[in-house]
């Protein structure tokens, strides 16, 4: 490893953040060279120790969702100060953090065939748009907000409990 030849050097970090480019439509057509930057960020943070220990993290920032019917407001807690009433017909609207951790702890435990990484920040924003969603034919009905983001957070962790270890998951 390159840092092993600098004495002073006892860990190296590196952050990658990829913004993904999404092709632009004019006059309801796809442009054949016209591309808007994504909002999204997919993040990887990688720290390796000179004794070989190892750390990567990754996620996805800013994910925006939006679902403009299938949403209520209902069955939260009522006080004094709650003016708004139930409702089973909203529009809902949410942005998305979620960070997980790999398992691998050691540079000897990296797999020896490529490990995609951006195949599995794909497959976990695939989880969380599905969840949020639901089929594209008929949706999902949601009585909250937090219970969308709940299920959304119990659905990544379900489906990928063997590959990631999840660090932290902010689902705003």
């Not at 909002?39 to 996805?60: A, R």
């Not at 089973?88 to 998305?96: G, L, N, S, Y």
């Not at 195949?119 to 599905?130: G, I």
Request: with cysteine; proline share 5%.
């Amino acid at each position: 490893m390159v840092y092993s030849l600098f004495e002073q050097v006892s860990e190296a970090a590196v952050t990658i953040v990829e913004r993904p480019w999404e092709r632009v439509a004019v006059d309801g057509k796809p442009h054949s060279h016209g591309f808007k930057l994504g909002s999204e960020k997919h993040t990887t943070e990688v720290t390796v120790k000179k004794s070989g220990s190892l750390l990567i993290n990754s996620g996805i920032q800013g994910y925006s969702l939006l679902k403009t019917t299938q949403s209520g407001f209902e069955g939260f807690m009522r006080d004094r100060y709650t003016l708004l009433p139930e409702t089973r017909e909203r529009i809902v609207a949410t942005e998305v953090t979620a960070w997980w951790r790999y398992p691998f702890e050691h540079i000897s435990q990296l797999p020896s065939k490529p490990f995609c990484f951006t195949q599995r920040y794909q497959d976990v924003k695939k989880v969380l748009a599905d969840t949020f969603f639901g089929p594209s034919d008929v949706g999902v009905y949601s009585p909250s907000v937090q219970n969308t983001l709940y299920l959304m957070a119990r659905e990544v962790l379900t489906r990928f409990a063997a590959e990631i270890w999840p660090l932290l998951c902010y689902l705003l």
